[in-house]
């Protein structure tokens, strides 16, 4: 059977992670969640105490990072598993801030291309369709309102174990948007080629069905 690559984008809390991992595992595809390496970098900087507003300080200590994703959302950093500091709130938004700079783009991009040379992958993020994967064969832009991206990130921080306040929630996922729609580096953007859903009144299967039979096209036309 052919192989695809498959570039799923969109703001926070649209249902991303979710939606990739299902059709990942359906596909026998491999899943990448690449949000999880700037949340890497944001969690090296805090723990070593550099400065996330200072980029200069940031870049500098880029060197001393070996970041190491494992299958099913598993991350290393120095040979540690991070995993399950990465999902608190506050990283998030450090994350963002990190990830408007240059220089630690290119560090996670070129680290995410390596995955998609062979065909197979499922990849998500904000900018897969348009610089990591520009020529992916599948490109899907999910997009949903405010008020449900915010319910579904409480759901997932439940699932995680992980407290939170939702106006705190709220208010991340809004700043969040307005960085990562506004940097200049690589900002989040929908593609002429990718297919927009809308998941504000639909169920995630739904839209994994939607998607599944968006492969099927795209494998029988290649
Ligand atoms: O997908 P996420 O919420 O775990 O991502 C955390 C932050 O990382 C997000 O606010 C922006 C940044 N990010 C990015 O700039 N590019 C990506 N491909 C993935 C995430």
Redesign the pocket.
């Given at each position: 059977m052919k192989k695809i690559n498959i570039a799923i984008d969109g703001p926070?809390g649209v249902g991303?992670?979710t939606i990739a991992k299902n059709i990942a595992k359906n596909l026998n595809y491999l899943f990448i969640?690449?949000?999880?390496m700037?949340?890497a970098v944001a969690y090296f900087c805090i723990q070593n105490k550099i400065d996330l507003n200072d980029e200069r300080k940031v870049i500098n200590n880029l060197n001393k990072i070996i970041l190491i994703m494992h299958p099913c959302e598993e991350v290393s950093l120095n040979n540690i598993n991070i995993t399950s500091h990465l999902w608190k709130d506050e990283i998030?938004i450090f994350?963002?801030k990190i990830?408007s700079y240059k220089k630690v783009?290119e560090f996670?991009v070129q680290k995410q291309q390596k995955f998609a040379i062979e065909k197979g992958v499922v990849m998500?993020?904000?900018?897969?369709g348009s610089v990591?994967i520009p020529n992916a064969e599948l490109k899907i832009f999910l997009v949903a309102n405010l008020e449900v991206r915010t319910a579904r990130r409480m759901i997932q921080l439940e699932e995680r174990k992980i407290p939170y306040d939702k106006d705190n929630v709220f208010n991340n996922i809004k700043k969040?948007d307005e960085?990562?729609k506004n940097r200049e580096n690589?900002p989040l953007i929908k593609m002429p080629d990718a297919i927009e859903i809308d998941t504000s009144n639909i169920s995630i299967e739904e839209v994994i069905k939607k998607i599944l039979l968006l492969v099927d096209e795209r494998i029988s036309n290649e």
């Open positions: 926070s991303k992670s969640n690449t949000g999880l700037y949340r998030s994350a963002s990830a783009r996670c998500e993020g904000r900018d897969i990591v969040r960085l990562d690589d």
